[in-house]
């Protein structure tokens, strides 16, 4: 659990500095205390009187991995969930550590290698992958569109709660529990069920990755980095959690949109199940906007191996309403729609 003195002011002082950012070879530390890029908050909204056409279209992505196309060929059958989770979480480990301006050299000696070869084939190749790192160097590191920290740190703001018991559900490499964490204090127990997530993701998430938040009823900002959290780390399947409803937030990041609409309200079950009276549940997808889409289309080698929709924020929020929650806050940030919302 956080403390007074799980973060000294001389480490403040010492080792960052508020309201800076600063690109390190493979992703962004954003210090800056003031508004997001992109924050948008649905205004009240009668989520019990829309009608799923109202809504907008959902958007779902399907150019297959062809990792995942041949593994069916060979087999003559559907690729495993885990199996489908297991490529993904390795690929986009791998990206998020790339380190970019190394990764740019690679790439620009072999496009050269081949051109002066002829080998026309592998200098397409060397060119597609260049347009892939471009892209990603964009999303991830001049844009921090994967993990925004200024726009997730004022959409989970302002709840009232102190020192939360939080189950994430689906957590990868945790970067929203933490976010959650450094704001609220408390703990967070995170459950995946593909070990390399608390391995590799997790495991091996930058322990110098700075979270800032405003010291509650002070003008005071905290930074803290993994080390300072509370974490437990489950690998299993969400069929086996045996726990009751005693825990203050449900936290899945990313998890809706991998489920087509028929499996969504397994989804929500499992949040209703696990929540406590008065608790409150915070569910991410990822939005369906231009950039994502172009991403998701020249990433789908490395990235398009689950089922994957892009969305609306409405829709989020009819969903979450559907399936038995009040909506308190529905709205997106850069790349992911937001619901915060407790039960009905």
Not at 9 to 26: D, K, Q, R
Not at 44 to 66: A, P, R, Y
Not at 166 to 175: E, K, P, Q, T, W
């Amino acid at each position: 659990m956080l403390t007074e003195h799980s973060n000294p002011v001389n480490l403040i002082l010492e080792a960052y500095e508020l309201n800076t950012t600063e690109l390190t070879s493979t992703y962004r530390k954003d210090l800056r205390t003031y508004p997001p890029d992109i924050m948008v908050v649905l205004p009240n909204t009668k989520w019990s009187t829309l009608k799923e056409d109202q809504l907008g279209v959902k958007h779902v992505v399907k150019n297959q991995s062809q990792g995942r196309v041949k593994w069916e060929e060979q087999f003559k059958r559907e690729m495993p969930e885990l199996l489908q989770w297991q490529h993904y979480n390795r690929n986009i480990h791998e990206l998020i550590h790339t380190n970019i301006p190394s990764r740019k050299m690679e790439v620009r000696k072999r496009l050269i290698s081949n051109l002066k070869k002829f080998n026309i084939e592998q200098a397409d190749e060397s060119i597609l992958r260049a347009i892939r790192l471009k892209v990603w160097n964009h999303l991830h590191k001049k844009e921090d569109a994967i993990w925004d920290p200024r726009g997730k740190r004022h959409f989970f703001e302002g709840l009232d709660i102190k020192n939360p018991k939080i189950l994430v559900l689906g957590a990868g490499d945790g970067y929203d529990a933490m976010v959650l964490l450094s704001i609220y204090g408390g703990s967070a127990h995170m459950v995946d069920y593909d070990i390399f997530c608390k391995t590799d993701r997790f495991g091996k998430f930058p322990h110098d990755y700075p979270f800032i938040a405003r010291k509650p009823q002070t003008d005071n900002w905290n930074i803290y980095t993994k080390d300072n959290f509370e974490i437990t780390y489950e690998v299993d399947d969400f069929v086996n959690l045996k726990y009751g409803k005693e825990f203050d937030i449900i936290l899945s990041s990313g998890l809706i949109e991998h489920y087509p609409d028929k499996l969504k309200p397994y989804i929500y079950h499992l949040h209703h199940q696990f929540l406590k009276p008065k608790g409150h549940i915070i569910v991410t997808a990822s939005r369906n906007y231009a950039k994502l889409r172009t991403f998701y289309y020249l990433m789908n080698n490395a990235l398009n191996y689950p089922y994957r929709e892009l969305i609306t924020a409405p829709q989020l929020g009819f969903w979450t309403h559907q399936n038995g929650f009040n909506i308190k806050k529905c709205g997106y940030i850069k790349s992911q729609n937001i619901v915060i919302a407790t039960e009905q």
